[in-house]
T-cell receptor, first 115, second 112 residues
Framework: NAGVTQTPKFQVLKTGQSMTLQCAQD?????MSWYRQDPGMGLRLIHYSVGAGITDQGEVPNGYNVSRSTTEDFPLRLLSAAPSQTSVYFC??????????????FGEGSRLTVL | SQKIEQNSEALNIQEGKTATLTCNYTNYSPAYLQWYRQDPGRGPVFLLLIRENEKEKRKERLKVTFDTTLKQSLFHITASQPADSATYLC???????????FGKGTRLHILP
């Protein structure tokens, strides 16, 4: 049982390049989300999805696109990378319990540097 | 404005003592609150969840309290050990928007 898998683990981009961070989970979780983590800023929610075909913006969505065509996958796209997007990105998933979302299961993170 | 505050960026505690971390929030009405542990270079790992109608939750040496009137949660580690050194994050589940948001975390150092 792999849990939440993120690829790549490390990536260096030039300003203006585009790329996709991949996230896959094998726990049949409806809920998936992307966070970025910067020094002193904690985890900030970028986008999230409560099921296939549904996505919503989080706290810092600008510059990022997402789609959710399957339950398992939730890719994060940077259309035109900027140095301000240098960060560590975490994907997380959760099931739906009786009273709402349960615990988040996180991937190991993707460290992105934009030059 | 809405915000989540964790008491301090870093906290040093002597081994064997109780470490107490604070999470305060304003202008949110969370259905529940969670605590996570994060080690350097790793993703956060879930520790405890406490619902709005619960006052206290325990798990081994961990205890969490939740006061919705004060808009505050306290996270306690009793008989602390150097292995408890990590960053601890609190998170709010906002059921109206169906999303989970985090505080900035507190780096806890247990000194031998």
């Amino acid at each position: 049982n792999a849990g939440v898998t993120q690829t790549p683990k490390f990536q260096v981009l030039k300003t203006g390049q585009s790329m996709t961070l991949q996230c896959a989970q094998d726990m049949n979780h409806e809920y998936m989300s992307w966070y970025r983590q910067d020094p002193g800023m904690g985890l900030r929610l970028i986008h999230y999805s409560v099921g296939a075909g549904i996505t919503d913006q989080g706290e810092v969505p600008n510059g990022y696109n997402v789609s959710r065509s399957t339950t398992e996958d939730f890719p994060l796209r940077l259309l035109s990378a900027a140095p301000s997007q240098t960060s560590v990105y975490f994907c997380a998933s959760s099931s739906l319990g009786r009273e709402g979302r349960g615990e988040l299961f996180f991937g190991e993170g993707s460290r992105l540097t934009v030059l | 404005s809405q915000k989540i505050e964790q008491n301090s960026e870093a906290l040093n505690i002597q081994e064997g003592k109780t470490a107490t971390l604070t999470c305060n929030y304003t202008n949110y009405s969370p259905a529940y609150l969670q605590w996570y542990r994060q080690d350097p270079g790793r993703g956060p790992v879930f520790l405890l969840l406490i619902r709005e109608n619960e006052k206290e939750k325990r798990k081994e040496r961990l205890k969490v309290t939740f006061d919705t009137t004060l808009k505050q949660s306290l996270f306690h580690i009793t008989a602390s050990q150097p292995a408890d050194s990590a960053t601890y994050l609190c998170a709010l589940y906002l059921n109206r928007d169906d999303k989970i948001i985090f505080g900035k975390g507190t780096r806890l150092h247990i000194l031998p």
